[in-house]
C-alpha cells in the first residue's frame, strides 16, 4: 500500500463517517405522536352532604352557603338552617369534604360529612 493510496482511504473513510454523521446516524424513530385518549371528564363531580351545627337563623345558613360555594371546585353548595343540612356539589378532583368542613369550622361552627351511601369504605 502506497502512501498516497493510504492517505485516499483515509479520506474516504474520514468523509464516510462525516457522512453518516451528518445524517444523523441510524434511522431516526420518530415517536409515535401521543395523541391525547383521555377521554376522562374534567370534572368528577362527587356530592357531600354535611351536619352543620351551631347555626342560629337563616343568616348563618345562608353565610356558610356563601362560603362554600366561593371555595374552588364546589360546584353548587345549599345550607338549610330548619334542618341543619348542607349539601355541596363538588369536583372531587379539587376539593374534598374535608376542605368544606375546615371553611364552616373555620367560620364557628361545627360540620360533619354524613358519608354518602355509594362512598367506598376507607
Ligand atoms: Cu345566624
Redo the contacts with the bound molecule.
Keep these: 500500500m502506497t502512501k498516497t493510496s493510504f492517505l485516499f482511504s483515509l479520506l474516504v473513510i474520514t468523509g464516510l463517517v462525516i457522512v453518516s454523521a451528518a445524517c444523523g446516524g441510524p434511522e431516526k424513530s420518530t415517536p409515535p405522536t401521543s395523541v391525547a385518549a383521555e377521554s376522562a371528564p374534567a370534572v368528577e363531580t362527587a356530592t357531600a352532604t354535611l351536619t352543620v351545627t351551631g ?6 345558613a345562608e ?1 356558610i352557603t356563601k362560603a362554600l360555594s366561593k371555595q374552588p371546585g364546589v360546584l353548587r353548595a345549599a345550607v338549610t338552617y330548619e334542618t341543619g343540612q348542607g349539601e355541596v356539589d363538588y369536583d372531587a378532583r379539587r376539593i374534598q369534604p374535608e376542605n368544606l368542613i375546615t371553611v364552616i369550622v373555620e367560620m364557628g361552627y361545627g360540620a360533619t360529612t354524613t358519608p354518602a351511601e355509594s362512598a367506598p369504605p376507607r
Design positions: 347555626m342560629h337563623c337563616e343568616g348563618c353565610a
